[in-house]
Structure formats: structure tokens, C-alpha cells
């Protein structure tokens, strides 16, 4: 092998540390290249996956349910669940992402699946039906849902524009791309952001009118059906019992904030109220103050406050904490279109609505125009608003119906899970209900 002359080892020197000056200068464009191959490359195998995934034979007597990401059993599927898997014709499988909740399923003897285990995957790819909280992709893996047929129940009626009405979303930006060849690509990618026909659950004409721009989903295929969940605020059921006694037997002001960008933008609880006084009020009132906050929300509730209580860690179901709190304190959240089903005082306390509208979400309705209560944008303002409404509990009666009557049609301001099952069965199912009487052949629980 020859030796490398002393121009050829300078030039190859040279070589070597324009290459290093080159990387360290372009570093940033490099490494946002290589993230934009691994997401194409990703997003190119989900389209192929999906698209697979249509080639499986569905079985219609398989019914898969999700809800919260993939981490609990609760929400509007829980309740649908509850009532369908008595249908002996049917098997209702549950898939989480959480191996704790997997067990807590069983141990409530129903049957549960992790997403990625080989259980998992096969219900999801031999499955007809899908009923769910979120989106596909969150509650189950999507790409598994070619074929399908979902019912997206959602988590709320809320104020807040997401998925395709947010402009902010990959959906919002892949169907309004100004260049029609990126487009027709990028739509194979928002096909798998749903099943290959899919149901969205309403609970008024107004609300109906935003879904199939927000959903992707045909006007034919909104459901006005009311929310599942709510159910629990109209009968007192076993689940009454699993809320804490302290919360059932004390007058409870729950506040119940919402997240700003997943997190990015939320202060710290106590920059934002002066819990000190808060514990000074209920002192004097007899109130206790009860914090549920989103998992994203930032700071720490000192426990040395006997009347202000953090209960964000604890598994209390949010609707049962509703019904037992009398007055309501919260910002965008969607809790408060429930809470108005219950007739009681709502707080607002939107300290960043100027930041949270430009930075985090756009809302389908005019802030000031859907909030029933008083609106306060300071801690003392929202401390005056706290003690005004202890003294004052029916100021906002009459805009609380208002906005109730909008968000809610009337006959969605009562229980609705029974109407949503026979609907399910009777139109998406394409099957008879069974009633009591009947007997009906059961379906092998083993069964693919």
C-alpha cells in the first residue's frame, strides 16, 4: 500500500475538518432531516399497516372499547360497556396501554387486553366494532382499525377547536395544504386517523354542526345521543360510594382547570392563587376547597392547609366529583357544559385568556358568550367572585339554562346510556335487542 503523500495527508485533513465545520454549522438542519425521514418513514408503514389491516375478516359479534388513552376504565365507553356486554350474542374485549388497569378489568372479571400484546393485537385486528373516548390512535394502535367500524363517544363538550378545526393539528394542515400533490399524499395519513367508517356521539344540533369539519366524519354519521357519563348525576348508584366520604358529607368548591399546550404553558398553581387565603375563606365559610387538576399542570399543594385538598393523583372519577361539588371553579375546561346539567354556580377564572387563545387553542364560540357565571382574570377577583356566589348561589339560574339548552338538547339533559345501547345495537350493529325474555345464543368468549 503506497504512502499518502504530504499534499494528499493535508488535503485529506482539510477534507475531514470541512466535513466537522459543515455538521457543526448545518447540525440543525441535519438533525431536523433525519426526524423528517423517521416520521415519513414512520407514517409511510402506518398507511401500509392500515391498509393490511382492511384485508382481515371482522367479526361482528367482536366489540373492542377504549377510553382515556388507553389508561382507564371509565368515561362514556365504560358505561356502554357495562350495558352491551350483557348481550350473551356479543364479546366485549377492553385494550389499554396501562398494565395496571389491564388488571383491575379482570379482577372486575371482565375481559382485557394490553394494545401490544398478541391478545391485543389479534381483538383489534378481528374486530368489527370499536366504541371510544378519544382518537383511535390514542385509545388503541390505529393502523389496526382498517376495516373497522368506530364510535367515537367523545370526553366532553367542549370549547376548544381540535383535530381538523385546529389549525395548529397535522389534520388541519395536511387537508387545507395549498399544494394539491402534498395533499392527496397527506391524506392517506389523515385516512388512518379514523376507522374505515366512523361515528361520532353529539349532544345537540349546535354541537353537531362543528363535528364533521372537527371529526372528518359525514354529517349522516353525528349521532345526537348525550354523553353516558352524565348519567351518574341522575341516580345514585354503588360508584356513589367509592367517592370519599369527606367530599360527600363537606360543601365542596372543586376547581377543576384545563391544560395550555399539553403543559408548555401552565404556571404553577400557587403563582396563579393564593392558597393560603383560599384556606383562610373556607375557614371561615365551612367550604373545602378540592384541586383536580390536568396531569399537565405544574406546582405542589402544601398539605399543611387543612381546607385546600390536591386531589390530582387520586383515582376519583371526574363526573362523580361533579355531582358531589356545589360550586364549580374552572377556565376552558369541558367540565363546566357538564356541571350545568346539575343546575349549580360556576366560577370562570381565566387569568391567561389573551395567551391561552393565541398560544394554545382557538374555541368554536365567543368566550364571553358560553359562560355562565362570573368571569375573573386576578386572584382578588376571584376571590370577591367566591364570596358573592357562597352569598348568591342563583344570580346566573337563567344563563345557565341558556347555555345548558345549547350545549345540551333537552332530551340529552337525562340519562341516555339505555337510548345510545339500543341505538348502537339496533342501527350500527345491525342486530335486535335482546329484552329479558329472550334467550339469545352465546358467543364463545374465546372466539376470534
Not at 457543526?24 to 392500515?50: M, N
Request: charged content about 25%.
Amino acid at each position: 500500500m503506497e504512502k499518502l503523500t504530504l499534499t494528499q495527508q493535508l488535503l485529506a485533513a482539510n477534507t475531514v475538518l470541512l466535513l466537522i465545520i459543515l455538521i457543526g454549522v448545518y447540525r440543525g438542519i441535519l438533525v431536523k432531516l433525519f426526524k423528517l425521514s423517521k416520521l415519513f418513514t414512520r407514517r409511510l408503514i402506518g398507511v401500509i399497516i392500515y391498509n393490511i389491516a382492511r384485508l382481515f375478516p371482522r367479526n361482528p359479534h367482536l366489540v373492542v372499547f377504549g377510553a382515556e388513552s388507553g389508561n382507564g376504565f371509565r368515561g362514556n365507553p365504560k358505561y356502554l360497556f357495562l350495558q352491551i356486554q350483557k348481550d350473551p350474542r356479543l364479546r366485549c374485549v377492553w385494550i389499554l396501554k396501562n398494565p395496571k388497569t389491564v388488571k383491575q378489568v379482570r379482577d372486575l372479571g371482565y375481559e382485557a387486553y394490553l394494545c401490544h400484546s398478541w391478545q391485543g393485537i389479534r381483538c383489534q385486528l378481528r374486530a368489527k366494532y370499536f366504541i371510544h373516548s378519544h382518537s383511535i390512535h390514542d385509545d388503541f394502535n390505529r393502523y389496526f382499525l382498517g376495516g373497522a367500524v368506530s364510535v367515537n363517544t367523545w370526553h366532553g363538550v367542549g370549547l376548544k377547536k381540535v383535530w381538523g378545526a385546529n389549525k395548529n393539528t397535522f389534520t388541519y394542515k395536511a387537508i387545507h395544504d395549498p399544494n394539491p400533490i402534498m395533499r392527496f399524499l397527506k391524506s392517506f395519513v389523515v385516512t388512518t386517523q379514523n376507522a374505515s367508517e366512523s361515528y361520532m356521539i353529539s349532544t345537540s344540533p349546535k354541537v353537531s354542526s362543528y363535528y364533521p369539519e372537527t371529526f372528518l366524519v359525514p354529517k349522516e354519521n353525528i349521532l345526537e345521543l348525550g354523553q353516558a357519563r352524565n348519567d351518574v348525576f341522575f341516580q345514585q348508584t354503588a360508584e356513589d360510594e367509592t367517592v370519599p366520604e369527606w367530599i360527600r358529607e363537606h360543601k365542596i368548591i372543586t376547581y377543576m382547570p384545563t391544560h395550555r399546550n399539553f403543559g408548555k404553558l401552565d404556571k404553577d398553581i400557587n403563582r396563579v392563587m393564593n392558597l393560603d387565603q383560599i384556606n383562610a375563606f373556607c375557614e371561615k365559610t365551612g367550604y373545602k376547597f378540592v384541586i383536580k387538576r390536568h396531569m399537565f399542570s405544574a406546582g405542589e399543594v402544601s398539605r399543611a392547609l387543612k381546607h385546600v385538598i390536591d386531589i390530582s393523583r387520586e383515582s376519583i372519577d371526574p363526573q362523580l366529583l361533579l355531582k358531589y361539588t356545589d360550586i364549580l371553579v374552572t377556565d376552558y375546561s369541558s367540565c363546566y357544559t357538564d356541571y350545568l346539567l346539575l343546575d349549580r354556580p360556576v366560577i370562570f377564572y381565566s387569568y391567561d385568556l389573551d395567551e391561552y387563545l393565541t398560544k394554545s387553542n382557538e374555541m368554536y364560540h365567543n368566550y364571553w358568550d358560553v359562560t355562565p357565571g362570573p368571569k375573573t382574570e386576578d386572584f382578588p377577583s376571584f376571590l370577591q367572585a367566591l364570596e358573592d356566589t357562597v352569598k348568591q348561589r342563583g344570580e346566573y339560574r337563567q344563563e345557565r339554562k341558556r347555555v345548558l339548552d345549547l350545549f345540551y338538547s333537552t332530551e340529552n339533559q337525562q340519562p341516555v346510556t339505555e337510548k345510545q345501547v339500543d341505538y348502537i345495537i339496533r342501527n350500527i350493529f345491525k342486530m335486535e335487542p335482546v329484552t329479558r325474555n329472550e334467550e339469545a345464543p352465546a358467543v364463545q368468549k374465546n372466539a376470534g
